[in-house]
């Protein structure tokens, strides 16, 4: 596709579930980042990936949150026994440079925890 | 923790007037950038500056950076109705491995 694609738009879950998240990026997009946006709030970081190295999950917010990039495209963002408090709207963009390139955005996947 | 921090939270105009948010940060950067957020979208890209860069342009858009204040702002001029969105600051630092963080953003609502 042309651009950053996101799935589920939106994603209603019972509190204990797993959810998962994908991302797909822009083809030829090294660097991929998943960021957490409450309602009316900032972006908050939670794992980058760029190229082959190890990504850098040090925003994740605790073990429950994991993510995988296969084959260097494809992203999943995996939260497992979901709790209210994760409901927000979580946003993956991709760039073709490492760090300094432009970001482009996916329209997000809202998850809410019942 | 946020690199970039943004004043004002929120700012209402009336159209035509011009739009100044600012935003200051933490630590030596290498670029900073400012992107826009349209209620429930994606972020949008709107300019990159460099840190040997002091100020940049593009249409109705200004920003200037003044790394020894470790500080940016971004002007609207003439705003529109349109321009009614979140900006966003994001800034990048071999501190941080180059990775973008943002701030909170400024929520701008112009007024028809």
């Known amino acids: 596709g042309a651009g950053v694609s996101q799935s589920p738009s939106n994603k209603v879950t019972e509190k204990g579930k797993d959810v998962e998240l994908r991302c797909d990026p822009i083809s030829g997009h090294t660097a991929l980042y998943w960021y957490r946006q409450s309602l009316g709030q900032g972006l908050e970081f939670l794992i980058y990936f760029q190229g082959n190295s190890a990504p850098d999950k040090s925003g994740l917010p605790s073990d429950r949150f994991s993510a995988e990039r296969t084959g260097g495209s494809v992203s999943t963002l995996t939260i497992q026994r979901t709790q209210q408090e994760d409901s927000a709207v979580y946003l993956c963009?991709?760039?073709?440079?490492?760090?300094?390139?432009?970001?482009?955005f996916g329209e997000g996947s809202r998850l809410t925890v019942l | 923790s946020q690199q970039g921090e943004e004043d004002p939270q929120a700012l209402s105009i009336q159209e035509g007037e011009n739009a100044t948010m600012n935003c200051s940060y933490k630590?030596?950067?290498?670029?900073l950038q400012w992107y826009r957020q349209n209620s429930g979208r994606g972020l949008v890209h709107l300019i990159l500056i460099r840190s040997n860069e002091r100020e940049k342009h593009s249409g109705r858009l200004r920003v200037t950076l003044d790394t020894s204040k470790k500080s940016s702002s971004l002007l609207i001029t003439a705003s529109r109705a349109a321009d009614t969105a979140s900006y966003f600051c994001a800034t990048d630092a071999w501190e941080a491995g180059n990775m973008l963080t943002f701030g909170g953003g400024t929520r701008l609502m112009v007024k028809p």
């Open positions: 630590t030596s950067i290498n670029n």
């Open positions: 963009a991709s760039s073709i440079l490492q760090g300094s390139g432009e970001l482009f």
